[in-house]
């Protein structure tokens, strides 16, 4: 098992076995590989990431979860949700922010669900109502800096239908500046103009 951390379009792996996806990362030239788990360790591989030179880190120790524990550690930690939202038509719903094609998504408030944030932040975000949750998707993991913070940022996914035909808003106050509906087989065109870690969730769902 692993647990893939973005630092900006970079992945980290902690992992706690080496599968082929990762053993090819382990040999890059631009790589770093740890597999001793201490305090120092830690440090180095969140120093390693973020040098310009380096472009993925596998970080392996037996026990995934001591060693999600420690690294965690390092960072302040914001939960977040959002939804990959379809319509009748299986297409899909894309909002344009900072640049970037994006899904809906934003941090939990106190004293809501995982579940509830993930619907409120797209029905803030895109003007969406009457939206059905059908599944858990999956999470993902990213960091940046916020001030003198080190963030990091896990989003949860949903994956949530909404009847068509009804009106896209665009919440321009949080950088929004464009929705539109994208048919399934198109979304690849849009993966490099995403985040990693969007055009992951959308890859894994236009994969099932």
Partial sequence: MFIKIYFD?????L?????ELINEYVHHDDAVFIDELNSHTVKAMVHEMQLQKIHAGVFFHESLE?????????FTIIQAAGGLVTNELDEVMLIFRRGKWDLPKGKLDKGETIEQCAVREVEEETGLKDITVESLLQSTFHTYHEGSRFILKESIWYKMKVNNGQKLTPQTEEGIMEIKWVKKDKLNLYF?????SIAEVLQTWSDK
């Fill in 9 to 13: 379009e970079k992945p980290l792996f």
């Fill in 66 to 74: 001591k060693l999600r524990k420690e690294f965690f550690k390092k």
């Fill in 15 to 19: 992992c706690d076995e080496i599968n």
């Fill in 192 to 196: 490099d103009v995403s985040y990693p």
